[in-house]
């Protein structure tokens, strides 16, 4: 537990250049924009559905 805390403390540019790299080597740079959109379009639809629930309750209070 005590080594798992130490590992994620030391993450810093050197590692976060790794992991692009190793991102990029996997999918390819073609993939990623492709992958950065779909995941733009699902963090939209989840903002647009959590408005509507909010909305909802609103409207029902009024009637």
């Given at each position: 537990?005590?080594?798992?805390?130490?590992?994620?403390g030391?993450?810093?540019?050197?590692?976060?250049?790794?992991?692009?790299?190793?991102?990029?080597?996997?999918?390819g740079?073609?993939?990623?924009?492709?992958?950065?959109?779909?995941?733009?379009?699902?963090?939209?639809?989840?903002?647009?559905?959590?408005?509507?629930?909010?909305?909802d309750?609103?409207?029902?209070?009024?009637?």
């Open positions: 537990m005590i080594s798992l805390h130490i590992f994620l030391m993450i810093g540019a050197p590692q976060i250049i790794l992991i692009v790299v190793v991102i990029l080597l996997l999918f740079g073609r993939k990623i924009p492709e992958l950065m959109r779909g995941l733009g379009s699902g963090i939209k639809e989840f903002k647009d559905a959590t408005k509507e629930e909010d909305d309750p609103k409207i029902d209070s009024k009637n």
